[in-house]
């Protein structure tokens, strides 16, 4: 893909798909505190699947994460289909941030 301003990632997020995939970008979102795109891609074997890269910036807190989260993000995924998150989160989970595990599979069914 030709790297044009308006298909530049915001801050890097970035998502790479093989020419023998059909991606269908849905959104990109920036916040300052989090950013992510999220694409359609039809897989042969299963169907269509939504797959979003998310960036949390560090100085995001878990509840503003969880703020922007359901404000924009939940928006445009359906969570009745098949979904990937993927990304940096920015949260230890052995320090007991367990609680975005939580988060993430109560809201988007993960």
Not at 44 to 72: I, M
């Amino acid at each position: 893909m030709r790297r044009t301003k308006k298909n530049m990632p915001y801050h890097g997020t970035a998502l790479f798909v093989k020419k023998h995939h059909l991606a269908t970008v849905l959104s990109k979102f920036n916040s300052g505190f989090l950013e992510y795109i999220v694409a359609s891609i039809h897989f042969r074997d299963l169907g269509n699947v939504q797959v979003v890269v998310l960036y949390k910036f560090p100085a995001c807190s878990l509840g503003h994460f969880k703020q922007e989260s359901l404000t924009h993000l939940k928006t445009v995924v359906d969570t009745e289909k098949n979904l990937i998150v993927l990304g940096d989160f920015n949260f230890d989970l052995l320090s007991g941030h367990t609680s975005l595990l939580d988060f993430l599979k109560l809201n988007y069914n993960l």
